[in-house]
C-alpha cells in the first residue's frame, strides 16, 4: 500500500500538491475558529460538587454581577493610611467608575475596605459578566490598569490590581511573549539543525512551509470538528498544537529525508528513491503516528473536558501529519530531484558518522552490559518520581514582577488572602420551603470555626427564601495548596455534617473547583494511562507480528516515563526548593515524551527488522541498524527537545518545569532508550523477541528489496 501511495505523490506531485493548496485555504477561510476556554469548572462532569454549587448559584441567585478583581491601595512609604489618604482611595475609586469600562458594573470602595493594621484599603473592581475571562472585562482591566496611574498623580498612594481576571490578564501577558519564543524558537531550530544536518538551504526551509501548510488543513479540519461535535478546547491547545506540528512534522519529513538520501547514495534514481523511501518508511511512520493518535484518543476517558476536548484535536493534527508526510513532502521533494540538496555535495558519498558506528559497534558488542547500565541509569532517575507533589497555585508560579503578583502580597500584609476570591458555601432546602433564620445563624458559626477559614459573611437568601449563600474567606490564597485542602476537604465535611435536617450543603468557588480538579486528575491517571499503553502495545504488536516485542518495548518507555518525571521532581523540588509542580506535568511527560517519544523506538525496531530480513548475522544487523538510526533519531530528538528547552529561559515556574521535563525526556528516550536499551535487549532476546510471527525470518521480496538489498552498503567497522 506505501508503496502505491509513494508513487502516486512521486509520479503526480503537482496534483498532489495542488490538492493540499486547495484543502489549506478553503480550511482557512471557511473552517470556525477553535472557540477556547480558561475556565476549569466548564471541563469538571456535572457529578462533581463544585459544578452542581455553580448551578444551583446560577438557578438561585441569577443576577450577573461578580466581584472579578481588587484594586490594593497602599503608602507609597508602607506607612499607615492618612485621613487624606483614605479619601484619596475613594477618590481614586470614583474617577475610575466614572470611566465606564465595558463589562465592568462599578468600582467600589469604603471604610470598611481598610485592613484592621490601617496600612491597605481595598476597592472591589465588580463584572456585569460571570464569564471572568470574558476578553472584554479582561480588555477593561488593562485599560482600568493605565487610567488610574494619572489619578494617582497628586496622591502618596501606590495601587495595583490583583483577583481572577487581573491574574489572567498577566498570565496571558507573560504567556504571549514566552508563545512568540516557542514559535521562532522552533523555527531557527528547524532551519539551522536541517541546513547543517543536510547543507540545503531549499531543505532547511521546505519542511517549514510544509508543515505551515498542514497546520492549516490541521486547524481547519479542528476547528470544523469542533463546531460538528460541540468540542471545546483549553487555551494552551493553540500552543500545543504547535509544537505538535512541526515537532512531529519534522520527526516524519527527517524519517523520510534519510532514507531517501539513503537510496540515493545507493544509486537509485531520485523519483525512484523517493517511491521506495515511502514504501520502505511509511509503515513505520504510520505505525508510528498510530501510536500517538491511540495515545491522544485515550484521553477521551478523561473526566476532565479539558484533556478529552485535547484528545480529539492532537490526534487530528497527526492524523494530517501523517498523510502529508507520505504524500505531501515526497511530491515537494519529486518536483526538486537531487536539486533539493543544492549546493552541498556531500549527499553523495557515505559519511564516516563516526560516533553513529561506535555506538552500533558497541551496542552489538555488549548488548547485555549496555542494556544493565541503561536499565540502571533510569531506574535511579525514576526513583525521584514516588516524590511527585502535585501543586494546584498556577498563579504562585508566574514571575514575581507581575502587578497581580505584588498586589497579592500587599493585599496578603492587612487582609487574608482569600478575600480576593472567597468560596462560596449554599445550603438549600429540599422541600423548597423557607429556611429557618436561626439554624443558618447556627450553620454559619460551624462553617466558621473551621481551621483555615478566615471569616463568614451573614448568609444572603435567595427570592424565595429555599437558598442561603455564605461567602467564606480563607486564610490563605484561593488557589493555593492550603485553601484547596481547607475548602475540598475541612470545609465541605463540616457543612455537609452542619447542614440542618432536610437541607443540603454544597461548596463552591475557585478552591472548591481545584479540589475537584485534582479528584478528576488522579481519577484519569488511573484510567488514561493503562488504556493509552495498551492501545500502543496493540499497535506495535500489529506492526511487528509479535506479542514479545511489544511487552518490552512498552516496559521500556515505562521506565523512560519515569525517569523524566523522577528527574524533573529532583531538579525542582530537591535541588530549587519548590513546594510541588505542576500538576498537569505527568500528562505533559505522557503526551510528548511517551507518546511522540515512541516514534524514535518504533524507527528503531523497524529497521532492526528489516536489516534481520537481509539474513546478515545478529549481531551485524543491530550494528547496521543503530549506526543507520542513529542520525535520524539524534536529529529529530534535539530538533523536538530543542523547541521544548527554550521553555526553561521563562520567568515562569511551570514553564521551566515543562519545558525541562519534556525536553530531557524526548532525549532520554532517544539517545537511552532508542539506541542503546531497545536494541540491547532485542538482541539478547533473539529470536524470541518475534514470536509469535518470526518477522526476522530471511525473505524475499519485490525486485525494489532485491535491488536496495544488493545497493545497501557493507558494514566492516566503518561506513
Request: aromatic residues 6%; charged residues 20%.
Amino acid at each position: 500500500m506505501f508503496r502505491r501511495v509513494g508513487r502516486f505523490a512521486v509520479h503526480r506531485p503537482w496534483l498532489t500538491i495542488v490538492a493540499w493548496i486547495i484543502a489549506a485555504v478553503a480550511l482557512g477561510m471557511l473552517a470556525p475558529g477553535l472557540k477556547s476556554t480558561r475556565d476549569q469548572a466548564e471541563f469538571l462532569p456535572s457529578h462533581y460538587e463544585s459544578v452542581k454549587a455553580g448551578k444551583l448559584q446560577e438557578r438561585a441567585f441569577p443576577q450577573t454581577e461578580q466581584s472579578a478583581s481588587i484594586i490594593v491601595f497602599k503608602r507609597a512609604d508602607g506607612g499607615k493610611l492618612t485621613a487624606a489618604d483614605k479619601q484619596d482611595v475613594v477618590k481614586v475609586s470614583n474617577g475610575l467608575q466614572d470611566k465606564h469600562y465595558e463589562k465592568i458594573a462599578k468600582v467600589a470602595t469604603g471604610p470598611q475596605a481598610v485592613s484592621p493594621n490601617g496600612e491597605i484599603a481595598l476597592a472591589n473592581i465588580v463584572s456585569t459578566d460571570k464569564d471572568l475571562n470574558n476578553q472584554k472585562l479582561l480588555d477593561s482591566v488593562k485599560q482600568l490598569r493605565k487610567d488610574a496611574k494619572p489619578l494617582l498623580g497628586n496622591t502618596q498612594l501606590k495601587m495595583g490590581v490583583t483577583g481572577q481576571a487581573a491574574s489572567t490578564v498577566d498570565a496571558m501577558e507573560s504567556s504571549g511573549d514566552t508563545d512568540g519564543l516557542i514559535m521562532m524558537a522552533t523555527l531557527v531550530l528547524i532551519v539551522v539543525l536541517l541546513a547543517v544536518i543536510f547543507r540545503s538551504p531549499l531543505i532547511a526551509i521546505l519542511p517549514v512551509i510544509i508543515i505551515g501548510v498542514v497546520a492549516s488543513v490541521a486547524n481547519g479540519l479542528i476547528g470544523t470538528a469542533a463546531k460538528v461535535g460541540g468540542l471545546k478546547a483549553d487555551a494552551s491547545i493553540s500552543q500545543i498544537l504547535i509544537v505538535v506540528l512541526f515537532g512531529i512534522g519534522t520527526d516524519y519529513i527527517l524519517f523520510l529525508l534519510f532514507r531517501y538520501r539513503e537510496l540515493l547514495r545507493a544509486g537509485k534514481e531520485p523519483k525512484e528513491a523517493l517511491a521506495e523511501a515511502v514504501a520502505r518508511v511509511g509503515e513505520t511512520i504510520a505505525s508510528a503516528a498510530g501510536a500517538v493518535i491511540a495515545s491522544f484518543l485515550a484521553l477521551l476517558l478523561s473526566t476532565m473536558g479539558m484533556l478529552a476536548a485535547m484528545g480529539p484535536s492532537l490526534a487530528i493534527a497527526v492524523a494530517v501529519t501523517l498523510v502529508a508526510a507520505l504524500t505531501l513532502v515526497p511530491a515537494v521533494f519529486s518536483l526538486l530531484g537531487r536539486a533539493a540538496f543544492w549546493p552541498s555535495k556531500a549527499w553523495k558519498k557515505t559519511p564516516k558518522n563516526r560516533m553513529a558506528n561506535a555506538v552500533g559497534g558497541l551496542v552489538s558488542r555488549r548488548p547485555a552490559a549496555v542494556a544493565l547500565l541503561s536499565t540502571v541509569v533510569l531506574a535511579v532517575l525514576a526513583v525521584g518520581a514516588f516524590s511527585f507533589k502535585n501543586k494546584f497555585d498556577m498563579d504562585s508560579q508566574l514571575p514575581a514582577k507581575l502587578e497581580s503578583v505584588q498586589a497579592m502580597k500587599d493585599l496578603q500584609k492587612g487582609f487574608s488572602a482569600g478575600q480576593s476570591d472567597p468560596a462560596l458555601v449554599y445550603l438549600e432546602s429540599k422541600d423548597k420551603a423557607p429556611l429557618d433564620k436561626g439554624e443558618l445563624e447556627a450553620f454559619r458559626g460551624k462553617i466558621a470555626a473551621v481551621e483555615g477559614v478566615a471569616q463568614v459573611a451573614p448568609a444572603v437568601p435567595s427570592k424565595d427564601g429555599s437558598v442561603a449563600q455564605y461567602t467564606v474567606v480563607t486564610k490563605d490564597k484561593p488557589t493555593a495548596d492550603k485553601a484547596i485542602r481547607v475548602v475540598g476537604d475541612d470545609l465541605r465535611d463540616a457543612a455537609h455534617a452542619a447542614a440542618p435536617k432536610n437541607t443540603e450543603a454544597l461548596v463552591g468557588g475557585t478552591s472548591a473547583v481545584l479540589a475537584d480538579v485534582e479528584k478528576a486528575v488522579a481519577h484519569d491517571y488511573k484510567v488514561v494511562f493503562p488504556v493509552a499503553g495498551l492501545a500502543i502495545m496493540v499497535i506495535l504488536g500489529l506492526l511487528l507480528r509479535s506479542l514479545v516485542a511489544p511487552v518490552y518495548l512498552m516496559l521500556a518507555v515505562a521506565l523512560g516515563y519515569g525517569a523524566t518525571l523522577g528527574s524533573t521532581v529532583w531538579l525542582f523540588q530537591d535541588v530549587k526548593g519548590e513546594d510541588g509542580m505542576l500538576f498537569m506535568l505527568p500528562i505533559i511527560i505522557y503526551l510528548f515524551v511517551v507518546a511522540i517519544g515512541t516514534d524514535y523506538n518504533i524507527l528503531m525496531v523497524a529497521r532492526l527488522r528489516e536489516e534481520v530480513r537481509k539474513g546478515v548475522p545478529p549481531r551485524q544487523a543491530i550494528r547496521t541498524a543503530v549506526a543507520q538510526s542513529a542520525p535520524t533519531v539524534a536529529s529529530a530528538a534535539i530538533i523536538l527537545a530543542g523547541t521544548f528547552g527554550v521553555l526553561i529561559l521563562a520567568d515562569n515556574s511551570m514553564l521551566q518545569q515543562m519545558g525541562f521535563a519534556v525536553a530531557f525526556g524526548i532525549l532520554l528516550t532517544a539517545f537511552v532508550m532508542a539506541m542503546l536499551l531497545v536494541p540491547t535487549v532485542t538482541s539478547l532476546l533473539g529470536h524470541k523477541a518475534w514470536w509469535p510471527g518470526h518477522q526476522d525470518a530471511v525473505r524475499p521480496s519485490g525486485p525494489d528489496d532485491h535491488q536496495a538489498v544488493a545497493d545497501a552498503p557493507s558494514y566492516s567497522g566503518h561506513r
